[in-house]
C-alpha cells in the first residue's frame, strides 16, 4: 500500500467517527425531548399557580379593609391557608423541574462522555494505524516520489490528515469543557434541590401555625362575634395598661444612651426582617399600605420622631408593624447573638409582645422581634443575616397577623421579669421581656 492510500484511509477513518456517533445518540435526543415537554408543562402549570396565589391575594387585601370582625378574621385565616397550599404546589412543582433539569443534564454528560470516548478512539487508532503500517517519515516519502506532482499529493494529503488529527483534538476539548459546565450546573440543581426541599417543609409549618391559630381564635371566641368583640376590648385595655406600666419603670432604669455609640443614621445597617421574596411582594402591594415595605404602623407619633431616631416620648408607637400572613419566615436584620427569646401569652393577661427574639448586634444596638407564632432559636445562640428566627404570627397584643419589629440601643435595654421592679404586681408583672428607658428606643427605618 502506497503512503497516498494509507493516508486516504485514515482520513476515512476519522471522518466516519462522527457519523458514528450521531447515530448513537438518536435514542438520547428523544429522551431529552421528552424532558424537555415535561419542563414546558411544568412552566405552565406553575403559571397558573401563581396566577392562583395572586388572586388571593387580593381577596385578603380586600378582607383587610373592612371592619375587623370575627368572620373577616377567619376568613382571612382560611384564604391564607388555600394561599399557603397553593405556594406548596408551586415548590413542589419546582421540585420537578429542577430533577427533570438534573435528568437533562444527565444526558448531557452521557452523549459528551461518549464524545470524548469516541474522539479519544479515533485519534488512538489512527495513530495506531500509522505505527502499524511501517510508514516512512513524510521528508522520506518525498524524496522517493518519482514526480512532483506525486510529491505535492503526498504533502496534501499529509496536511489532511494533520487537519483532521487537529479537528478531532479540537473536539476532544471542547467536549471536556461541556462536560465541566454540565457537571457544575447539575452541582448547582442539587443545591436549588435542598433549598427547595428546606422552602416547602417551612410552607408546610406556615400551614400548621396558620390553622392552630384559626383553631385558638374559634375557641376563645367560642365562634361568637359578640365573644370577638369583647377579646379586642379586652385587649386594648390590657395593652393600655401594659404600656402605662412601662412608662412608670422605664423612669426607675439606671441606664445612659451615648449616641456616639450607636450606628450613623442612613448607613443602611439593617436588613428587613423578611426573605427577599416577602419584600418583593409588598413592592407589588404598595397600594394597599401606602408604602412599598408592608408597613400598616410606623414609629413614633410625628414626621420628626421618624426622621430622627433617639426621639420617643412614650407616647407613640416604639418599633414599626410589618403586616405578614401566620407563618411566615421571620429573619436576622443583621448577624448576632440571641440575648433572649420569651413568650408573654404564658402569664395569663398579659397582652404584650408574645412569643418574642431580641438579639445584640454588637454595634450598639438590638433588634426586637415579636408576636410570632413560633420561634426557632435560643439564648446565646449566634446567628447570620438573613438566618430564619421563626414564623411570623399574632400572639400577645395583636388583632391581626405583623411583625412587631423594635430597635434599640444596647446601652439603655435589659431583659427582664416586669415583677423584679418595685411597684409591679398585676398583669405582666411575671413576664420576662426586654425594657428600655425612653431614649433607648430608636426608629428602625433610620438603619434600615
Known amino acids: 500500500m502506497t503512503r497516498a492510500s494509507s493516508v486516504r484511509l485514515l482520513l476515512i477513518f476519522i471522518f466516519s467517527t462522527g457519523i458514528v456517533f450521531g447515530t448513537h445518540s438518536l435514542a438520547r435526543a428523544d429522551s431529552a425531548t ?24 387580593k381577596q385578603l387585601d380586600a378582607i383587610g379593609t373592612k371592619k375587623n370582625t370575627l368572620q373577616s378574621a377567619v376568613s382571612s385565616l382560611a384564604l391564607a391557608q388555600k394561599q399557603l397550599t397553593t405556594q406548596i404546589q408551586v415548590t413542589q412543582n419546582k421540585i420537578s423541574s429542577a430533577n427533570l433539569q438534573i435528568q437533562q443534564l444527565s444526558l448531557s454528560i452521557g452523549d459528551k462522555e461518549d464524545s470524548i470516548d469516541t474522539d479519544k478512539s479515533a485519534i488512538a487508532k489512527a495513530l495506531q494505524s500509522i505505527e502499524e503500517g511501517g510508514q ?3 521528508i522520506v516519502g518525498l524524496v522517493s516520489s518519482d514526480s512532483f506532482g506525486e510529491a505535492w499529493q503526498v504533502i496534501d494529503e499529509a496536511a489532511q ?44 409549618r406556615s400551614v400548621d401555625a396558620n390553622k392552630t391559630a384559626q383553631q385558638q381564635l374559634l375557641t376563645q ?55 427577599n421574596a416577602f419584600m418583593s411582594n409588598c413592592v407589588q402591594r404598595s397600594s394597599v399600605f401606602g408604602n412599598s415595605f408592608c408597613i400598616s404602623q410606623y414609629f413614633g407619633n410625628t414626621p420628626f420622631s421618624t426622621a430622627n431616631p433617639q426621639v420617643y416620648n412614650g407616647g407613640g408607637h416604639n418599633a414599626i408593624d410589618i403586616a405578614a400572613p ?19 401569652d404564658l402569664v395569663k393577661g398579659c397582652y404584650s409582645f408574645g412569643k418574642w427574639v431580641m438579639i445584640q448586634h454588637g454595634n450598639g444596638i438590638n433588634t ?5 407564632s413560633s420561634i426557632d432559636v435560643a439564648r446565646g445562640q449566634t446567628v447570620a443575616t438573613g438566618q430564619i428566627l421563626g414564623l411570623s404570627g399574632m400572639t400577645g397584643y395583636a388583632t391581626g397577623p405583623h411583625l412587631h419589629f423594635g430597635v434599640y440601643a444596647t446601652e439603655g435595654t435589659k431583659i427582664m421579669r416586669l415583677r423584679d421592679f418595685r411597684g409591679t404586681a398585676k398583669g405582666c ?11 433607648a428606643y430608636l426608629n428602625p427605618l433610620s438603619y434600615l
Open 326 to 344: 401566620i407563618g411566615t419566615a421571620v429573619t436576622a436584620a443583621l448577624s448576632g447573638t440571641v440575648l433572649d427569646t420569651g413568650n408573654t
Open 368 to 372: 426586637l422581634y415579636s408576636h410570632l
Open 161 to 204: 490528515f494533520n487537519r483532521a488529527l487537529s479537528s478531532n483534538i479540537n473536539d476532544l476539548r471542547s467536549a471536556r469543557i461541556v462536560l465541566s459546565t454540565n457537571r457544575d450546573q447539575v452541582a448547582t440543581e442539587k443545591a436549588k434541590l435542598v433549598t427547595l426541599q428546606n422552602d416547602l417543609t417551612l410552607q408546610k
Open 34 to 57: 421528552d424532558i424537555q415537554s415535561k419542563i414546558d408543562a411544568n412552566k405552565q402549570q406553575r403559571a397558573a399557580l401563581e396566577a392562583e396565589i395572586a388572586a388571593f391575594q
Open 136 to 138: 516512512v517519515p513524510l
Open 429 to 439: 408583672a411575671d413576664a420576662t421581656m426586654p425594657v428600655a428607658i425612653l431614649s
Open 221 to 275: 371566641t367560642k365562634n361568637q362575634e359578640a365573644n370577638y368583640q369583647a377579646l379586642i376590648v379586652q385587649k386594648i385595655a390590657a395593652e393600655k395598661a401594659f404600656e402605662q406600666e412601662l412608662v412608670n419603670l422605664q423612669g426607675q432604669l439606671n441606664l445612659i444612651v451615648h449616641p456616639g455609640l450607636l450606628p450613623k443614621v442612613g448607613t443602611g445597617v439593617l436588613s428587613w426582617p423578611f426573605p
